[in-house]
């Protein structure tokens, strides 16, 4: 039987333990099948003993180039070693809500699959545009297309000439990969968040319907959305605050702690 690997990146100070504890313990109950655990991480303090956990391969980036703009880092998933590790992947950023069914991200056909994050992405009557690859949730095979490491680590600046993040860089290797079907992936911000006036008295609507994956990205992070002391937690003109009752249910559930 072919493995499954649920696949996450820590590294820095950005996301601590309970991050991956959460997600970690979220996909457990959102699948049906099992499913190897595994955070590529330069620190595993404080993770679950069921969290496998293996350094991030070499990208050839200097330590202050972590953390340039995207998240250049997860080219190493494309590593043609990857540890030793076969099987079907499905990469997760950290700030990503695991609302049901992974056991879907496994099932659905094709090499390459992420999510679309065109700018139309999760907004209501605006038009469709052409789809752009979105790397918060995607699924592969690792140990194929190890060219698009190795080309990167050969000339990490000409990649950085023509691509401001990685997801672009990555949208340029794979032309023909798939993408999630619509509603699988939605977004935060585009999706639950109350429009402007209504956001002073309302909290963010909870996902449902085919929402499987609830992405946060960019700010607010999930974390922003529980912690104990009255605060704005959006950005003006949005005027989120204070703590969001089925986040918080949702991160307590799953093990996370409550900040102060």
């Not at 490491?149 to 000339?155: K, L, M, P, V």
């Not at 008295?201 to 996902?207: I, S």
């Not at 704005?232 to 003109?237: E, I, K, L």
């Amino acid at each position: 039987m072919t493995d499954r690997l649920i696949v996450c990146m820590k590294y820095g100070r950005a996301y601590p333990a309970d991050y991956v504890n959460v997600l970690y313990n979220a996909s457990r109950k959102a699948l049906t099948r099992p499913a190897r655990f595994v955070c590529l991480t330069d620190d595993a303090t404080g993770l679950l003993p069921g969290i496998e956990t293996f350094p991030i391969p070499e990208t050839g980036l200097a330590p202050e180039e972590w953390f340039r703009p995207g998240v250049w880092p997860k080219v190493s998933l494309f590593d043609r070693q990857f540890h030793g590790l076969r099987g079907r992947a499905l990469f997760i950023d950290l700030d990503m809500v695991i609302v049901r069914d992974l056991d879907a991200f496994f099932d659905l056909p094709g090499t390459v699959i992420g999510t679309n994050a065109s700018p139309s992405w999760g907004k209501p009557g605006q038009a469709a545009e052409a789809p752009e690859f979105g790397s918060m949730i995607f699924a592969w095979n690792p140990g194929q297309h190890p060219e698009v490491a190795e080309d990167f680590r050969a000339d990490k600046q000409a990649v950085w000439a023509r691509f401001r993040q990685e997801q672009q860089y990555l949208h340029s290797r794979f032309p023909d990969a798939g993408f999630w079907p619509q509603g699988w992936v939605a977004s935060f911000k585009r999706s639950l968040r109350r429009p402007i006036g209504l956001d002073l008295v309302l909290d963010p609507k909870a996902p449902s319907g085919e929402t499987r994956v609830l992405a946060f990205h960019g700010r607010p992070r999930p974390i922003d959305l529980i912690r104990g002391k009255p605060y704005f937690w959006d950005r003006f003109p949005h005027m989120g605050h204070g703590r969001v009752r089925w986040m918080a249910e949702y991160w307590t559930s799953n093990g996370g702690t409550i900040p102060a």
